[in-house]
């Protein structure tokens, strides 16, 4: 069936860089020495760990729960022993070091008991959110959202769309494109038990055209089912959550709102494979498709890589230079970012691992006074305007920048990919997004302060004025002549009071 | 374990609950101007300016009393704040007041601590717990680090320590003058 497809504005044709890692066929990496897994991998609260240096751990075993709702557990990827839980680098443009649990590998790799569900069509929605839940499953194609807060459409919320995003637009990865390709039955049945969950009415598997083979996979693994898979046109960043939406249904997500607003639920590729694996076997999400490449890298690859494994085990599988490393990425070229160094571990979220020589990226240039050419507003996929927040944010103006709806900003890095006067716009966009939070903290904290200073000081009035009547009561008591019991009073308290009376009179007769 | 846990907890929450009812219950109907620039200065409620909190050095500046360059912990960008709010020019931090320092945090040693109560009684936004001859803990998302717990304490268990930078706290820098390039190439320009 042909659908009708509609256009974002904006976007950029890149040069895709794929087919160096996307030629072979996906293998296992060898089972790492340690394995390192940050209890904060997701979106929202991190995980709490439940495990303690000199624990033995199962393949499969929960080392670290949820705490709070948005959050989610984090599962041994292999069996062996815990031999650290403390700060360790992470994989974060920030190069600092979070919670860590680190596990020294036993090589037996032997799971722990796993627990089956049995047919899902029988399990209700919840049961089966709270099964995906405690799999720690999270949105696999980007910001790492745990995906069992996706399956809710929320009271009165009817899903009508349900989008499976295999659009993979960003150069040089390819491990959703490997994955669609050798299991794409797998992504076919995450995708209805997710359907199942949220009672979509429709389901359309989105794909770039300039994958047919996964495309021919998909179509083949949804042959009979009333799943429509779909070729987009290939453009960056068609695979942005709101891009495809809109390609594929020609409606809009408002500014501040979410697909479901508009009865629209995206989930990735990876994320069904994942749900399926969790649903079907009673797996965690202990490992992930990963694409490692680059010109540095000698042999570019997918690998099904644990999570926890460190990013060095990747480059000396694949084959590396460290003499002529330009430039190591988490992430692809345009919305990646820098790793501090090969020591770190890859996470839930981490879909491509970008070893660049010199040779490979854009040389330096010299950064020039905007000329106003409107070139970033052209290429914006958002419809911002790329130059008036880049004046803002450089002047530092976060009020104004925050007019022109800097958090609708993507930061898929169009503005400054065609940019000529090479500004890094989305550099200042990042930096005026961070500060603004940072301040808006900053505010929360010192608000509470006042609080608390205000109370305190009402408190001490309080007590200053409780103790003044203490004392002039005190006072009056001692004065007062003790008055005639009303009846009412108990008689153990009057002879009481009477006794106390007789000690007052006696201790005077005696000054 | 489990059960200093909850009880903290349930402190806390209860501290939420009296916190959210004295701002409604005690609402200061002061002088608006004051209130405005009350709402500026940051709370550290150190006395760095010469007064009692930021309250009364707030109403000082209202009243034409005091300077607005005597607050430290606001910096260059508090002065320059109320300088806008009063439509005068701003001026440098006044060096009699103190200095810019880091953001930090007070640390009871608890094994040295005698719980003598004498840091309670200093802390201006009630941020330590403990009670008589008992071990005293500051809760360090409350703590304004304004230093005023560290001089009475008998035993010099209190220490100021820079507030450890985490990811939930950082924040990009500035771009430089001349930025790494784009990582792809065939970028425009
Ligand atoms: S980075 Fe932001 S401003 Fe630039 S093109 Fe993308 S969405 Fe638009
Ligand atoms: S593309 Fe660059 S030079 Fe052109 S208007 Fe935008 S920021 Fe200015
Ligand atoms: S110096 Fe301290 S007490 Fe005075 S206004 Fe600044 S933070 Fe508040
Ligand atoms: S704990 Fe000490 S430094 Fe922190 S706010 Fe209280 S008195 Fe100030």
Redesign the interface.
Known sequence: MIRRLWKFNGGVH??AHKEESASHPVRRAPLPKRLILPL?QHIGESAEAVVKAGDRVLKGQMIAHAKGFVSAPVHAPSSGVVVETGDLP?P???G?S?PCIVIETDGADQWTQLQTHGDYTRLDPSALRNIIREAGIVGLGGAGFPSFIKLNPGPGKAVNTLILNGVECE?YITCDDMLMRERAPDIIAGLRIIRHALRARECIVAIEDNKPGAYAAMCAAAAGTDIHVVQVPTIYPAGGEKQLIKVLTGMEVPGNGLPIHIGVVCHNVGTAAAVYRAVEYGEPLISRYMTITGGNIAQPRNLEVLIGTPVKDLLDECGWNPATLD?L?MGG??M?F?LPGDDVPVIKTTNCI?A?TAA????????MPCIRCG?CADACPVNLLPQQLYWHAHA?DLDKVQEYNLFDCIEC?CC???????I?LV??Y??A???I??KE??KQ??????????????RIEREKTERAAKHTQKKEELTAAPVDPSGTKKAAIVAAMERAQAKREEVKSEE | MFVAIIALGALAAAFGLILGYAAIRFKVEGDPLAEKINAILPQTQCGQCGYPGCRPYAEAIARGEADINQCPPGGEAGVVKLADLLGRDPKPLSAEHGQVKPKMVAVIDESICIGCTLCIQACPVDAILGAAKQMHTIIAKECTGCELCVAPCPVNCIEMVPLKPDIAHWTWTFPDEQPQPPALKGAQG
Request: net charge positive; proline share 13%.
């Open positions: 890149l040069p904060h992470v974060h443009p920030s600092l979070a150069p430039r990425l070229p345009m990646g820098a970008l660049m490979d990226s854009q040389p330096q240039r010299p950064v070139a530092k890095g400054s990919y065609v940019c000529p006067s090479n890094p550099h200042y990042r930096y997004k961070t500060e939070w940072a903290r900053e904290k010192a608000e509470a302060a006042r609080l608390r200073y205000e109370f305190r000081l009402q």
